[in-house]
């Protein structure tokens, strides 16, 4: 990882630790700061193993890369994940139905992301993280992303008729 690259990502780590300490003192929710460690030491944890991260670890090499295929599986887990967090961020009471429906539409979610891996031959580690970040993302906003796909696909239709 280019040194430049790696203090942003320092810089938004530490960033990030601040505005996490600083909502703890404002507003008391140990709760919510001890989910947000977990996720930002899990992140730290995830690219110091496959990058070496703060300082890349020579020995790893770039080169072997990951098959699509297991790049759409690692994907498909974090697109669910995203979804049952999301579910549990806004969680108001726990219903199997309603946490068990929106994990059906995973593949969908998934679908637009496919065609950046489909074509690729090998896929290395810091593009999997990516892969596996963006696919998070997608999960977690999901609702976001069909409105967005009901509209590309109702302006399509207006287009053809």
């Known amino acids: 990882m280019a040194p430049f690259a790696t203090y942003l990502i320092v810089f938004a780590f530490v960033v990030y630790g601040l505005v996490m300490l600083v909502e703890l003192v404002r507003y008391k929710s140990f709760k919510t700061f ?13 690219l110091y193993a496959t ?7 020579r020995s790893v090499s ?7 295929l297991m790049t759409i599986g690692v994907m498909f887990v974090a697109t669910l994940l995203g979804i049952a967090v999301r ?6 009471e726990f219903s199997w139905r309603s946490f068990l429906k929106p994990l059906c539409i995973t593949p969908i979610v998934l679908l637009p992301m496919m065609g950046s891996v489909h074509g690729s031959g090998t896929i290395d580690e810091i593009q ?6 963006l ?11 069909l409105e967005q796909a009901k509209r590309v696909i109702a302006e399509a239709d ?4």
């Not at 001890?34 to 730290?44: D, E, H, K, M, Y």
């Not at 770039?62 to 699509?68: A, E, K, L, R, Y």
């Not at 696919?135 to 992303?145: E, H, I, L, P, Y």
């Not at 207006?158 to 008729?161: K, S």
């Open 34 to 46: 001890a989910v947000q460690a977990v996720a930002l030491g899990a992140v730290v944890l995830l």
């Open 51 to 57: 990058t070496g991260f703060p300082e890349p670890d």
């Open 62 to 68: 770039f080169g072997g890369g990951f098959s699509p």
């Open 87 to 92: 579910y549990y961020f806004y969680m108001r």
């Open 128 to 133: 999997l993280i990516s892969f596996g970040f």
């Open 135 to 145: 696919a998070f993302q997608n999960g977690f906003f999901w609702k976001a992303v």
């Open 158 to 161: 207006h287009e053809e008729n």
